[in-house]
């Protein structure tokens, strides 16, 4: 098989902080209530679980001290449960957060894979909480705005005499807030004008006092003050979310300041104190984290105040490149299977219909105004922010090729009928099964795959690794999970640099550029996962600052769409060039606000999902699956659903009694020892030989349950990251490029930008101006004849006696058949003729040729017929038309009643 992708050079290494056994050693013997507080006592008094604690949750972290003082805990169940919970996070879950897992960034070998720990093994890396920068820095803005330098916001869409916010960032009662608007008065504008680049605020304040010396100091201060609260108007204090340390960017901002801030000496304080805390060894940090937490909370008294991320330090870190071939082999496999899911992308092809419905193929589309509900059709309809206000009225779905589908019934009937808990897929007996071939243009650009890795020896002492893949499976685009953790990488500059090459050596790059988006989301703790640097040629960054300068800064007023080889792109209309979007980040896309979501959705539009697995549609409904497998990959693990009705739990069932129906189902199934509960990509690995692991897992069916997902645990083989006699689970997160076709069939580039807005007098023709637009309804099984007589000598009439210059007409389905006629002269004689022209519809009505009309504004399609210059010839060439159809339709009927007489 060909090889579809290379590696970048690097990987991400992740591990619990905890060793396996850990875990495996204390859930592997029932504990009696008397040696419970015992054991309990042991793991709370770890002074690196402790920390760990105290980094994630305070209110455990105090519940655990008075604890191991010995005070009585109120819920003991639940705090039990919550131990335990982290204890396993700890020992076996290899997803980075706080000080329960970290990551490291490792090479490819010709020499054999090894990982290795240093004796220090771990580094801290805490930084303040964006949650707590933000909320100083809108405190600073509200305060101290005169001395502050301003830009206007690029996320502001001017809809009429509005000027709206597609997102904000701000509360009401606790409560997110949608869009928000302003009038669009002229001192906005104006002030819109003057803000585009940074703009100290007293000259703002002294231009818009000169321009309107109507208007007192005051009202132009409380103008302005209304637009920074609302954030219309950015500030120079917003740190870039696309820099290595926002910290650092805001104590370098305020030293700019003419006047002595007293939080300056406290930030810088917090900032070394940070500093002290991240050099503490693990385990020894309790005392200067609440310290530091004390500190921070006297300066701004908000939840979350430090995000703490941890660096393994891995003296050894490397694979042998092998890896890269195999997994070359997964992915042949899956896309190939990939292109028998038909209509992968339902809405998305919906809302493609309806943009050519309203705009034609030919036209590029503000993409505010595209998303915008008045001014355009609005999101797609899955989106939320805000929602389509239009109705669905079709089937959304889409299907698995009839091949593929019983080829995955066959393999699971086979298994379960010779009680084989995998089913494995090879390569001949899927290209039996006659799919498509891969297309090269239709799998992604880049991607992640995330693999938990064990090493197996046989009875040669030959060692061979197993993969299973993880169970956040990967990514769409390489980088993204590197973003957030790009500050604890040895050069991250230089792996940006080197991936942003790689993308645009697989595009013609005078057709392209990339460009990087970045938000303040509504949740802004959610900003520190969208932390990253990048290395695009262009930025977008939306309430706050970007990395980039004012050459390389894009705005969303300057990006439109259009539809080229029937998918979606994103143009500047400045540079006219297409969009490569980036997100280096992982914070789901649904929760963004439509315009970003929709450039990101469209940058992926047409591309295979190697991790759309067809099976998932086939065993939806099933409450047992068996592992799916390929070569030494375990692609899915083997699963169980428990539900009401083969687990019958109310909410009165007791312990005893839950216990007692879980150990029958397990035998009736046959569950291992070891299992995870799964939710997402949240695991909790159980022993369900052990009564607190079952507590675990009654408590969730009680609290939960809809249905209870159960993956089996990797088994096969042993952990490879090694500490003397201690392993770690480990799990690696392998970025990928696409390997480079040896030619690449370049389609000419369409340059359809222009200046005619979508409101332009010379576009939307309302009626009586040049144009009378009517949509004849109920016509389906009259149409011939109403053209061929009724429109064909009416508006022959109005030609022959000067009243209009030309009409046309076409048929159409909308959702309803109608005919769409179109009289085109000048306005005085239009609005002369329709007095007439109401009889004669009405007339049309009483002979029952149409049931209803309407009038309404006609929307040239410009660009789809050559631009102004040839539109009017092309509206001519339709008049034309129209007459010869006519004649056609008159001659038909000529030639079926020549038949009838004779």
């Avoid at 036209?363 to 505010?368: F, P, T, V, Y």
């Avoid at 989106?383 to 593929?404: C, Q």
């Avoid at 022959?796 to 959702?815: E, G």
Wanted: proline share 3%; net charge negative; hydrophobic share 35%.
């Amino acid at each position: 098989m060909k090889d579809l992708y290379k590696n970048m050079n690097t990987f991400m290494v992740r591990t619990p902080t905890f060793q396996a056994n850990k875990y495996f050693n204390f859930f592997d013997n029932n504990i009696d209530l008397n040696n419970l507080k015992d054991r309990l006592f042991e793991i709370c008094s770890n002074p690196d679980f402790r920390e760990a604690i105290l980094v994630s949750s305070r209110t455990l972290y105090n519940t655990l001290i008075d604890f191991c003082n010995g005070k009585e805990i109120k819920k003991f169940d639940y705090f039990v449960q919550s131990i335990y919970k982290y204890l396993i996070r700890m020992s076996i879950r290899p997803t980075p957060f706080g000080l329960f897992s970290g990551v490291d960034f490792g090479e490819y070998t010709d020499e054999e894979t090894s990982f290795l720990y240093n004796d220090n093994k771990f580094e801290k890396f805490a930084r303040p909480d964006l949650e707590w920068i933000i909320s100083i820095v809108k405190d600073l803005e509200e305060n101290y705005f005169s001395y502050l330098t301003f830009k206007i916001n690029d996320g502001i869409f001017i809809k009429g005499n509005r000027a709206l916010l597609i997102h904000s960032t701000l509360k009401e009662d606790n409560n997110r807030i949608g869009e928000i608007s302003v009038r669009a008065t002229k001192p906005f504008m104006r002030t819109y004008e003057l803000a585009k680049d940074c703009v100290e605020y007293g000259k703002l304040k002294h231009m818009l006092l000169e321009e309107y010396s109507n208007a007192d100091e005051k009202t132009i201060e409380g103008f302005l003050k209304q637009l920074i609260e609302k954030e219309y108007l950015i500030s120079n204090l917003r740190p870039p979310l696309t820099g290595l340390d926002q910290f650092d960017y805001i104590i370098n901002e305020l030293k700019k300041f003419e006047i002595q801030i007293p939080i300056i000496s406290d930030l810088i304080d917090i900032k070394n104190e940070i500093d002290s805390y991240n050099k503490s060894l693990f385990g020894k940090g309790e005392e200067a984290y609440l310290k530091l937490c004390k500190k921070m909370k006297d300066v701004s008294n908000v939840k979350n105040l430090l995000q703490v991320d941890t660096k393994l330090n891995l003296k050894e870190k490397k694979i042998n490149k092998k890896i890269i071939s195999e997994i070359n082999d997964l992915m042949n496999i899956l896309f190939r299977l990939s292109m028998a899911i038909d209509n992968p992308e339902p809405f998305l092809s919906r809302y493609k219909q309806e943009f050519v419905e309203k705009y034609g193929q030919d036209r590029e589309i503000s993409l505010l105004e595209l998303l915008d509900n008045d001014t355009g059709i609005g999101g797609p309809f899955n989106y939320e922010r805000p929602s389509n206000n239009r109705s669905l009225d079709i089937a959304i779905t889409k299907s698995v090729n009839g091949n593929v589908r019983d080829y995955f019934s066959e393999k699971y009937l086979y298994a379960i009928k010779n009680k084989e808990n995998s089913i494995v897929i090879k390569d001949n007996e899927v290209k039996d099964l006659e799919i498509e071939e891969i297309n090269y243009e239709n799998i992604p650009d880049s991607l992640e795959v995330n693999i938990i890795i064990k090493s197996q020896t046989n009875e040669n002492n030959d060692i061979s690794l197993k993969y299973n893949i993880g169970p956040n499976l990967g990514s769409t685009s390489a980088g993204k999970s590197f973003g957030r953790f790009s500050h604890m990488m040895d050069n991250p500059s230089n792996f940006f640099k080197s991936l942003n090459a790689e993308i645009k050596n697989l595009k013609n790059m005078d057709e392209y550029v990339t460009c990087e988006i970045s938000y303040l989301p509504n949740e802004v703790r959610n900003a520190n996962v969208t932390r990253n640097i990048h290395e695009s040629d262009y930025e977008i960054s939306l309430f706050t600052n970007g990395r980039k300068d004012n050459i390389s800064r894009l705005k969303l007023d300057d990006i439109f769409i259009g539809i080229e080889n029937n998918q979606f792109y994103a143009k500047s209309k400045t540079l006219n060039k297409k969009l490569l979007i980036t997100m280096n980040n992982m914070l789901n896309s649904q929760a963004a606000p439509n315009a970003i979501r929709f450039l990101y959705d469209i940058s992926l539009e047409g591309k295979k999902l190697w991790y759309d697995f067809p099976w998932n549609d086939v065993y939806k409904n099933f409450s047992y699956v068996p592992a799916i497998k390929y070569k030494n990959f375990t692609i899915c693990p083997e699963t169980w659903r428990l539900n009401r009705i083969n687990m019958k739990i109310t909410k009165k069932t007791e312990f005893n009694e839950f216990r007692e129906m879980f150990k029958n189902y397990c035998s009736q199934y046959n569950v291992p020892k070891y299992v995870y509960l799964t939710f997402a990509d949240n695991r909790i690995l159980l022993n369900i030989e052990n009564e607190e692991c079952i507590k675990i897992l009654f408590h969730e069916c009680k609290n939960t349950f809809q249905e209870i997902v159960l993956n089996a645990y990797e088994c096969e083989g042993s952990n490879i990251v090694k500490n003397g006699d201690c392993d770690y689970a480990c799990e690696l997160v392998i970025p990928l490029i696409k390997v480079k076709k040896d030619e690449i069939i370049q389609t000419k580039f369409s340059k359809k930008l222009n200046n005619i807005s979508s409101l332009s007098s010379n576009r939307i023709k309302d009626p009586f101006d040049e144009w009378i637009y009517l949509k004849l309804y109920g016509t389906s099984s009259s149409a011939d004849d109403l053209i061929a007589y009724s429109i064909s000598e009416y508006c022959n009439n109005l030609v022959k006696n000067k009243n209009i210059d030309k009409y046309f007409f076409m048929r159409y389905v909308d959702p309803e058949q109608h005919i769409r006629l179109r009289l085109n002269g000048e306005e005085n004689k239009l609005l002369e003729i329709y007095p007439d022209l109401r009889k004669w519809l009405n007339s049309l009505k009483e002979e029952g040729l149409m049931t209803h009309f309407s009038l309404d504004s006609y929307d040239r399609e410009i660009e789809r017929y050559g631009g102004l210059e040839l539109i009017d010839i092309a509206e001519k060439v339709f008049y034309f038309d129209s007459l010869v159809t006519e004649n056609i339709l008159i001659q038909k009927e000529k030639e079926i009643l020549l038949l009838v007489t004779n």
